[in-house]
Each structure stands twice: as structure tokens, then as C-alpha cells.
């Protein structure tokens, strides 16, 4: 199977959102993007998407030409942008392979660590038997950057 990230490279959520879907699956290619609509990198992307079988998007949406790609795909789009949020759900009603995990109300990065370990990184790095575990240290790591990007 060919899995591929895409993940916004413009800011710490989105670079700390890539991490942690990284421990969680190995990927063919991993790419940063910040929205860009044409030139090498976005070439590069849609061949990528074409050639995918399973796509993984975090802190960050693609333009519909790239969406349309990945119809009848296995996809996931993990984000908190509310401006992004119907047109989403919109391509979630044409393909039922596409998983959206939307939550306005934390950062990309808390939504991550959420989806890969099950566990809320405010809940898990407020209790203090936590911090002697490496994971507890990760999700401590996460909560302090979710801060700065809700």
C-alpha cells in the first residue's frame, strides 16, 4: 500500500501534527505544504495523490482540483480551520472512503495526538503520574504548542 502525508509546513501545529501521524503510520512521502496552486511542489503533489492509495492530510486542506484526486480514495483530514469546514464535509457526502476529524475549538496538533492515541493531551499531561512516561512527556509537549494555534 502507498500512504503519503500532506501537512501544513508553515507553523508548529501543523509540523508537530505530521510527527505524531508519523509514529503512528509509515509513509511512502511526506509533504509540507502551505497552499500553493501551482509550480513544482503542487505538480509534485498531485502526482503523489494519483499514485497514492491511502492519503493522510493534517492542519491543512487541499484545493479542490487536489481533492477531486482523492475521490474513492482512502482519506483522512484532520484540521481545525472553521473556514474550511463545509466544503470538508461536502467532499466527506461524495466519498465514503474519507475520514474528516474537525474540532474548531483545538489546535490541529491536539486533534492529532487525540486520533493516534486516544487520549486528550489536556487530560493526559494534567495528571501527574503521567509526566514519568515518555508519552506523557509527548502529550505535555503538545498540549504547551496547541496553545498557540487554536
Same mark, same amino acid.
Given at each position: 500500500?502507498?500512504?503519503?502525508?500532506i501537512y501544513?509546513?508553515?507553523?508548529?501545529?501543523?509540523?508537530?501534527?505530521?510527527?505524531?501521524?508519523?509514529?503512528?503510520?509509515?509513509?511512502? =512521502?511526506?509533504?509540507?505544504?502551505? /497552499?500553493?496552486? *501551482?509550480?513544482?511542489?503542487y505538480?509534485?503533489?498531485?502526482?503523489?495523490?494519483?499514485? !497514492?492509495?491511502?492519503?493522510?492530510?493534517?492542519?491543512?486542506?487541499?484545493?479542490?482540483?487536489?481533492?477531486?484526486?482523492?475521490?474513492?480514495?482512502k482519506?483522512?483530514?484532520?484540521?481545525?480551520h472553521i473556514?474550511? =469546514?463545509?466544503?470538508?464535509?461536502? /467532499?466527506?457526502v *461524495?466519498?465514503?472512503?474519507?475520514?474528516?476529524?474537525?474540532?474548531?475549538?483545538?489546535? !490541529?496538533?491536539?486533534s492529532?495526538?487525540?486520533?493516534?492515541?486516544?487520549?486528550?493531551?489536556?487530560?493526559?499531561?494534567?495528571?501527574?503520574?503521567?509526566?514519568?512516561?515518555?508519552?506523557?512527556?509527548?502529550a505535555?509537549?503538545?498540549?504547551?504548542?496547541?496553545?498557540?494555534?487554536?
Amino acid at each position: 500500500m502507498s500512504r503519503i502525508l500532506i501537512y501544513h509546513n508553515n507553523d508548529f501545529d501543523g509540523t508537530i501534527s505530521a510527527s505524531l501521524m508519523m509514529w503512528k503510520y509509515e509513509y511512502k =512521502e511526506t509533504i509540507g505544504y502551505n /497552499y500553493q496552486k *501551482r509550480g513544482f511542489l503542487y505538480d509534485s503533489i498531485k502526482k503523489l495523490i494519483m499514485d !497514492a492509495d491511502e492519503i493522510h492530510v493534517v492542519d491543512i486542506t487541499l484545493p479542490d482540483e487536489l481533492m477531486e484526486l482523492t475521490i474513492n480514495k482512502k482519506l483522512i483530514v484532520i484540521d481545525h480551520h472553521i473556514t474550511e =469546514e463545509s466544503r470538508m464535509r461536502s /467532499y466527506v457526502v *461524495r466519498n465514503s472512503d474519507m475520514e474528516y476529524v474537525f474540532d474548531n475549538t483545538i489546535s !490541529a496538533c491536539a486533534s492529532v495526538y487525540k486520533y493516534t492515541t486516544g487520549t486528550d493531551c489536556f487530560l493526559a499531561s494534567e495528571d501527574e503520574s503521567i509526566f514519568s512516561t515518555y508519552r506523557g512527556r509527548v502529550a505535555s509537549a503538545v498540549r504547551y504548542a496547541a496553545m498557540y494555534d487554536v
